[in-house]
């Protein structure tokens, strides 16, 4: 059977950027695994446009079928977990990186990978959550799991108009925290009001590098940008504070002291979304089941095509984009 998918190839050539574009692939190509499915939606999300515009080398094989989330129904099953016509979500574990991945119209993965789509989200409604979705669910999770209410004080979210930090802030309105958004588009301040932010921050209050202890004013924090915002941010926190760190789009580095850790008990909780194992996944899923209120994610989400998924790379690697592209592979 013939299907589409947006494939990588890597050039033999030293310095020319890798060829993405919507091939004709067919079932008999798709690699080895134990489910089959027919994918209905996948998600265009920071790591697909990196290797998409070869800003970082993210792709471990070539080809490579992008694509590191995907919701769809069992075709083929030879785990005993799955079973034909049950509906899956997938998010991580090196899918769309080192194995093909849902930017396709079939996909054959490890059942270990899976997870059953929780009966109150639709399929469009996991994909606009995606990777980031549920990154944000582990996020304020570990906020909850280290103490911090909504009556200690505001909660800072970075990179507030992106996939993660839109969910973020949409989870922590629901559960009562007052949520200050930083972000470097001005022009989308109504965007996240509506997602319930009561403050809009300037990004570049956090940006450059600062004093190793500030004002305590946040509570807790989401912090996708890394850097000097991180440090920042951890400079800014009150008393047992908690930030949770899952992102590097201003950079890996850290510089920071540790200042705010032994003078103000921060805790500085590293967030990892690809290896999480599965129960912790299954209570993410249903986190955001209870908590999101999915009626937003019209706001967060835009659809588009297979086609359209290069242009929309370079638009996310540029800083164009806010919330997040959902893929309906079939259109």
Known sequence: MNFNGLQLTKSEEKGVPAKVEVVSLSTDDLPAGNVTIKVSYSTL??????????????????????????????????????????????????????????????????????????????????????????????????????????????????????????????LLTKLGYQVAASTGKPNEADYLRKLGATQIVDRNEFSQAGKPLQ???????VDTVGSHTLANVCAQMKYDGVVAACGLAQGMDFPATVAPFILRGVTLAGIDSVMVPYARRIKAWKFLAKHLDMSILRDIATTITLKECVAAGEAIIAGKVKGRYIVDVNA
Do not use: F
């Open 45 to 170: 999300n920071y790591k697909d446009a990196l290797a998409i515009t070869s800003h970082v080398p993210i792709a471990r094989i070539s080809p490579l079928v992008l694509g590191i989330d995907g919701v769809g129904t069992v075709t083929e099953s030879q785990d005993n977990r799955y079973k034909v016509g049950q509906k899956v979500v997938l998010n991580g574990w090196g899918v769309g990186e080192k194995h093909w991945g849902c930017l396709a119209q079939y996909a054959r993965l490890d059942a270990d990978w899976l997870i059953p789509l929780p009966k109150e989200i639709s399929e469009w409604d996991a994909m606009a959550i995606g990777t980031a979705g549920y990154t944000a669910a582990l996020c304020v999770e570990r906020i909850l799991h280290l103490g911090v209410k909504p009556e200690h004080g505001p909660v800072l979210v970075t990179g507030s108009t992106g996939g993660v930090g839109s969910v973020a802030v949409a």
């Open 215 to 221: 004002k305590e004013i946040w509570a807790a924090a």
